[in-house]
């Protein structure tokens, strides 16, 4: 039995789409999703996307991507899958040395999994995916942290009336973001998110725009989105607060405001992704923590 490596080509699609339904126990993927993932992605790269076939019918999957982030080269593994049928037969490695392999060539300081930035299925490994989980640790991969999903209930009262009027007295408005205003939440998020500026951009391609801001004397200082990473799953964020307006309550409200969105297209529960403030979700919305993810690195130069 002869394993053949070679480069994703668009007319795979359809056969890649149904090899990860097939055969990832615990996600899904609509066909809206898998596009988002592949060439809507701004880093893509057919260089670094393969499938493993075996007398013409695709077995394997992997997606590699590249950024460079404050000064490092990173080479994220965004995207893998094995036929069930295939796996222990080293596929998953096969295709793994080859992206490795180009990383190297292209002097990539690092590899991580998953937990790619602008545009992610996952955060990380979820553990429930033994196979995966023993995989990267025999190709020398060490964890470093943990990451969590949340889930909350939009079948709750998520208006925030009350509030707005408060905040008015301070020269605060609360409002969804408008075109006019992109350029200026672009500028504002580059200076403490830049890497959230490309989901800034897809959630403005939401119709109605899925931003939410917050101003203080006409300047933007807070904002809140939804619908920008993984669209059809109800995921929210990300959200950013200048600290000048931190303590007043308007993330809280910004959250709201974002997850009554979300129920208003008739979604009866919503995605917090990739959470680090777990209390702030828990106390604001009853969020709970409903996956965890084991993020991986391997150093490739002595950073």
């Known amino acids: 039995m002869s394993v053949i490596i070679e480069k994703y080509k668009d007319f795979y699609f359809e056969e890649v789409l149904t090899l990860f339904n097939e055969n990832s126990e615990f996600d899904f993927f609509t066909e809206e999703l898998l596009k988002n993932k592949l060439n809507e992605d701004p880093r893509w790269n057919p260089e670094t996307t393969l499938v493993a076939k075996i007398d013409s019918i695709i077995i394997g999957f992997m997606q590699g991507i590249e950024q460079t982030i404050r000064g ?4 994220f593994i965004k995207l893998m899958v094995v036929n069930k049928t295939f796996r222990r037969q080293h596929i998953a490695t096969k295709m793994y040395m080859q992206l490795e392999n180009y990383f190297r060539e292209k002097s990539t300081d690092i590899v991580r999994f998953y937990d790619t930035p602008l545009n992610y299925y996952m955060p990380g490994i979820d553990p429930k995916y033994t196979p995966a989980v023993c995989f990267v640790q025999k190709l020398g991969f060490k964890k470093f942290e943990d990451s969590f999903n949340m889930t909350v209930s939009l079948e709750q009262d998520f208006s925030v009336e009350n509030e707005l ?10 409002k969804r973001a408008d075109e006019n205003e992109k350029n200026e939440l672009l500028e504002f998020a580059k200076i403490e998110w830049e890497l959230w500026q490309n989901e800034i951009l897809e959630a403005y391609k939401n119709e109605p725009i899925a931003v939410h801001i917050a101003k203080l004397n006409g300047q933007i200082k807070a904002f809140s989105l939804h619908t920008a990473n993984n669209k059809g799953l109800a995921w929210f964020g990300p959200m950013g607060t200048h600290t000048d307006m931190r ?4 993330g809280s409200i910004l959250l709201k405001l974002c997850l009554q969105d979300l129920k208003n297209q008739g979604h009866k529960t919503a995605v917090i992704p990739w959470v680090a403030p777990t209390a702030f979700y828990s106390h604001y919305v009853g969020a709970q923590i409903t996956r965890v993810f084991w993020r991986y690195k391997k150093e490739l130069t002595n950073v």
């Open 72 to 75: 490092l080269k990173y080479g």
């Open 165 to 174: 009027e408060l905040l008015k007295n301070e020269a605060i408005e609360v």
């Open 247 to 250: 303590g007043k309550g308007i």
